[in-house]
């Protein structure tokens, strides 16, 4: 089989370059009253920032990326969108699937990362016939974090530099797995959604597979919720999941911080337009695209 093997060297510097370039003349203003050691280690780091991309896009230039339109058999921007009533009774057979199913995540998230990337890739290879090698590194800290303090983790498309931000339990598996088709050159968010969840579903790992429903379930209830925070609580409490289940699904959705709503008031329509602009629906992407088109291809 036809192997890519992207670098991302980036990944594997102690701590993200992005991070070092943005935060350096601070750091050293602070600390040494000067800006010059700072600016030295900035340029240093985006010198290795920058190498380290373009390698990353010299080598992405023979990759062959999956259509899914034509792999998979179906438009994801022409699908027919579901009904409450079909939503509610993909809600039921999913709470009963892992209920049943349900099994503690256990593995510490290095080896979880490279279990995820190890499957992502197999699953891909299927559909281009060609494996597409990257990193599997992920980190548990960068600025993007102040940036965009609603998500749960963030890939720099340009590094791949992967963050997680927070434990999220039996959905981590498929945070990382939604990273890690960024890191691999897929940059539309339903694109990143609609491949992680194939991809794990049809994992013989139960844990990866399990990850995947519980994602789907999360986002089914996010439609039926709305926009509210209270109403996709209500949402969890009523489904009929198991308890160690109901908690971890509110956990995705604590009640946010002062910081958090004025950023999220900020970037919302910021997020919502950079989205569109590359060919999406918009933030509904993540949730009616995705369970529409997984629901409608089968």
């Given at each position: 089989?036809?192997?890519?093997?992207?670098p991302?060297?980036?990944?594997y510097?102690?701590?993200?370059?992005?991070?070092?370039?943005?935060?350096?003349?601070?750091?050293?203003r602070?600390?040494?009253?000067?800006?010059?050691p700072?600016?030295?280690?900035q340029a240093?780091?985006?010198g290795?920032?920058a190498g380290?991309?373009?390698a990353d896009?010299?080598?992405?230039?023979?990759?062959?990326p999956?259509?899914?339109a034509?792999?998979?058999?179906?438009?994801?921007?022409?699908?027919?969108?579901?009904s409450d009533?079909?939503?509610?009774?993909e809600v039921?057979?999913?709470?009963?699937d892992?209920n049943?199913?349900?099994?503690?995540?256990?593995?510490?998230?290095?080896e979880?990362?490279?279990?995820?990337?190890?499957?992502?890739?197999?699953?891909?290879?299927?559909?281009?016939?060609?494996r597409?090698?990257?990193?599997?590194?992920?980190?548990?800290?960068?600025l993007?974090?102040?940036?965009?303090?609603f998500a749960?983790?963030?890939?720099?498309?340009?590094?791949?530099?992967?963050?997680?931000?927070?434990?999220?339990?039996?959905?981590?598996?498929?945070?990382?797995?939604?990273?890690?088709?960024?890191?691999?050159g897929?940059?539309?968010?339903?694109?990143?959604?609609?491949?992680a969840?194939?991809?794990?579903?049809?994992?013989p790992?139960?844990?990866?597979?399990?990850?995947?429903?519980?994602?789907?379930?999360?986002?089914?209830?996010?439609?039926?919720a709305g926009?509210?925070?209270e109403?996709?609580?209500?949402?969890?409490d009523?489904?009929?999941l198991?308890?160690?289940?109901?908690?971890?699904?509110?956990?995705?959705?604590?009640?946010?911080?002062?910081?958090?709503?004025?950023?999220?008031?900020?970037?919302?329509?910021?997020?919502?337009?950079?989205?569109?602009m590359t060919?999406?629906?918009?933030?509904?992407?993540?949730?009616?695209?995705?369970?529409?088109?997984?629901?409608?291809r089968?």
């Amino acid at each position: 089989m036809d192997r890519v093997e992207i670098p991302n060297q980036a990944t594997y510097s102690p701590v993200a370059l992005t991070d070092v370039f943005i935060a350096a003349p601070l750091v050293s203003r602070v600390l040494l009253g000067a800006t010059l050691p700072g600016r030295m280690l900035q340029a240093v780091a985006f010198g290795a920032y920058a190498g380290s991309a373009l390698a990353d896009w010299i080598a992405r230039q023979d990759a062959v990326p999956v259509d899914l339109a034509d792999v998979l058999g179906t438009d994801p921007a022409g699908v027919e969108p579901l009904s409450d009533e079909e939503r509610r009774a993909e809600v039921a057979e999913l709470v009963a699937d892992l209920n049943a199913r349900y099994e503690p995540l256990t593995l510490p998230r290095d080896e979880l990362a490279r279990l995820v990337n190890e499957r992502l890739t197999d699953y891909l290879a299927s559909l281009t016939g060609q494996r597409v090698e990257t990193s599997s590194e992920v980190r548990s800290f960068s600025l993007a974090k102040l940036v965009f303090p609603f998500a749960l983790g963030a890939c720099d498309v340009l590094s791949g530099d992967v963050a997680l931000f927070r434990e999220t339990g039996i959905f981590e598996p498929h945070v990382i797995a939604h990273e890690f088709c960024h890191r691999k050159g897929y940059i539309r968010e339903l694109e990143a959604q609609v491949l992680a969840y194939m991809a794990l579903s049809t994992a013989p790992e139960n844990v990866l597979v399990q990850a995947a429903h519980a994602e789907r379930l999360h986002r089914h209830l996010r439609v039926l919720a709305g926009e509210g925070i209270e109403a996709f609580h209500r949402e969890v409490d009523e489904c009929g999941l198991r308890a160690e289940l109901t908690a971890q699904f509110h956990g995705l959705r604590p009640p946010p911080s002062a910081w958090e709503r004025g950023v999220w008031t900020v970037m919302k329509p910021l997020y919502e337009q950079r989205m569109k602009m590359t060919g999406q629906g918009g933030l509904s992407d993540y949730d009616r695209g995705f369970t529409d088109f997984v629901a409608r291809r089968g």
